[in-house]
C-alpha cells in the first residue's frame, strides 16, 4: 500500500511534471551545466562580483518612486536603489559577493574565500512552489525569475533554504495591476548569465576570474571533478547533495561546517549548514501538486497582460 509521501512524490514526479510551466522542472534525460568552483584557488580579488554586476547592469530593477503605500502594512517596502554599491551582501544590485572564512584546521591556518550566489538547485522548490509560475528551471539547470510577471511576493525566498532572492520595490508588474496589494515588487539573484550561455559564451564571473576558480561543464561530469579535486587535496564537497543536489558545487579544504561557524551569516549573507532535500517534505509536494495548474495558469494569463501593458505604453 502506497504511503502519503509515496503517493505525493509520484503525483510530483508524474502529472506535475506537465501542468508547471514550461522549463519549470528540470527536463529528464537531459544534461545540466554545473558550476565546480575550487575554494583553495580563490584569493577573494572580486574581480567576479565586479563582472557580475556590469554584465547584468541592463536587467538591474528601475524602480518608480514614490512607492505606492501597501495593504496589508506588514508588507514592507524592499529598497535597495540607493544602495546599489554594496557588494557584501546579496541584494537586488549585487547577485554574487564574497565570504572570507578565517579558520584554523588540523593545525594549519586558512583564509577560504568563497564566492557566493544562487546555487542552482536541481530540484529547485523556489520554481516548483512560486504561485505565480515566475520562477523557472531551463533545461540546462538555470533556475531563473522572470522579471515581467513576478509580483514581488517573495515565496522563492521564504521556500529557498539559503533564502537567496532579494525583492525591490517599486518595479514590476504589480505597479500596472493592484499596486497596493499585489505583491510589492520584483525579486532578483543569479541567472547564471542565461543570456550569454545562451551565445555560446561563459557566465561573466567565469571568464573574469584571473585564477581559475570556476569550471562549468556537464553535471555528471563536475561532480566526477569535484570528487577527484576533493581526493587530492583531502577536501570536502558541498553542493552535490545539499537541498537535494545543486548545480553550484563547492570544494574546500575545509570541511564546511567549520568554514559556516566562521562567516558572517543572517540577510543576504547564505550560510553553508547542510540542508535536506526541502522538495521531499510532505507540504512542499503537497503544495507543489495543488498550485502547479494554477501556477501554469498563473503564469499564462500574467504574460499575455505583461505584453499588452507593454503594447499600451508604446502606444502612448
Known amino acids: 500500500m ?10 510530483v514526479a508524474g502529472s506535475a511534471l506537465s501542468l508547471l510551466p514550461k522549463g519549470a522542472k528540470a527536463v529528464r534525460d537531459e544534461e545540466e551545466l554545473a558550476t565546480l568552483l575550487d575554494l583553495s584557488k580563490c ?20 524602480p518608480q518612486k514614490p512607492f505606492p503605500r501597501m495593504y496589508p502594512s506588514r508588507v514592507k517596502v524592499a529598497d535597495w536603489s540607493d544602495k546599489q554599491d554594496v557588494d557584501d551582501r546579496l541584494t537586488p544590485y549585487n547577485w554574487l559577493f564574497i565570504q572570507t572564512a578565517y579558520v584554523t584546521w588540523q593545525g594549519k ?3 577560504i574565500n568563497i564566492p557566493r550566489r544562487c546555487l542552482h538547485c536541481q530540484n529547485p522548490p523556489c520554481a516548483n512552489l512560486c504561485p505565480w509560475g515566475a520562477c523557472l528551471k531551463q533545461k540546462n539547470g538555470i533556475v531563473r525569475i ?30 500596472k495591476l493592484l499596486p497596493s496589494y499585489a505583491g510589492n515588487g520584483v525579486m532578483y539573484k543569479c541567472d547564471r548569465c542565461y543570456d550569454r550561455l545562451e551565445k555560446g559564451l561563459l557566465p561573466a564571473c567565469i571568464e573574469a576570474c584571473p585564477e581559475g576558480v570556476q569550471t562549468i561543464g556537464p553535471r555528471k561530469e563536475i561532480i566526477a571533478k569535484a570528487h577527484q579535486l576533493a581526493k587530492e587535496m ?16 563547492y570544494v574546500s579544504p575545509v570541511p564546511f ?9 543572517g540577510p543576504g549573507r547564505p550560510h553553508l549548514k547542510p540542508v535536506p532535500n526541502s522538495m521531499a517534505l510532505e507540504e512542499n509536494l503537497g503544495w507543489a501538486v495543488l498550485t502547479a495548474p494554477l501556477a501554469g495558469l498563473a503564469a499564462g494569463a500574467l504574460k499575455v497582460v505583461s505584453k499588452l501593458k507593454k503594447g499600451e505604453e508604446k502606444n502612448e
Open 2 to 11: 502506497l504511503s502519503r509521501r509515496k503517493f505525493l512524490q509520484g503525483m
Open 43 to 62: 584569493i577573494g580579488c572580486g574581480a567576479c562580483v565586479e563582472a557580475c554586476k556590469e554584465t547584468n547592469a541592463h536587467k538591474f530593477p528601475k
Open 109 to 111: 591556518e586558512y583564509e
Open 146 to 175: 522572470n522579471s515581467e510577471i513576478c509580483l514581488g511576493g517573495s515565496k522563492c525566498k521564504s521556500v529557498c533554504p539559503w533564502h537567496i532572492p532579494e525583492r525591490q520595490t517599486g518595479v514590476g508588474l504589480y505597479l
Open 234 to 249: 583531502s577536501g570536502y564537497i558541498y553542493g552535490e547533495k545539499e537541498n537535494g543536489g545543486t548545480n553550484t558545487i
Open 257 to 265: 561546517e567549520v568554514l559556516n561557524k566562521a562567516i558572517d551569516t
